[in-house]
């Protein structure tokens, strides 16, 4: 399998994400960052109770098909009862094949809405899910997989 290679807007080096994964997709992230930084999250009073504990979890590009070293975007939405669910850590993780493995590029924490958003350079057609891990009672959660094609 040929290594896929993904640039962080404003990282200094292309990080390289084929290789070994974790045996369970999310278990990596759980055990890298969640324990740094979830916090305590609640949902708006508005929201329908009681509460699922089960969280949903979606993923977007804003292109199809990139030209190498321009910047697109991948975003998402976590939620529970259809409320966004803030300042929970989201793991973006990569793959040169929908099958895997996915290794953890980066992380980011959701916006007080459920929103998330990752500004990425990619080389290589690139496979992308992101997930959630389990914490403040709440289930962890894996996205769909979205493929960002080479231009």
Known sequence: MKPTKVAIVGAAALLAVAGATASAFG?????QSAAATDTASS?????????VRTPSLT??????S????VVF???????????GLPGRSIGLYASGSSGGPFNLVTTTTTSSTGDYAFSLRQVNATYYRTASAAGDGYASAVSNVVLVTKK
């Open 43 to 51: 949902l708006p009073a508005s929201c329908t109770y009681p509460p």
């Open 66 to 69: 990139a030209k190498p070293n």
């Open 59 to 64: 993923l977007t590009s804003s292109v199809s």
């Open 73 to 83: 975007t991948l975003s998402g939405k976590l939620t529970v009862n259809s409320c």
């Open 27 to 31: 278990a990596s992230h759980a055990m």
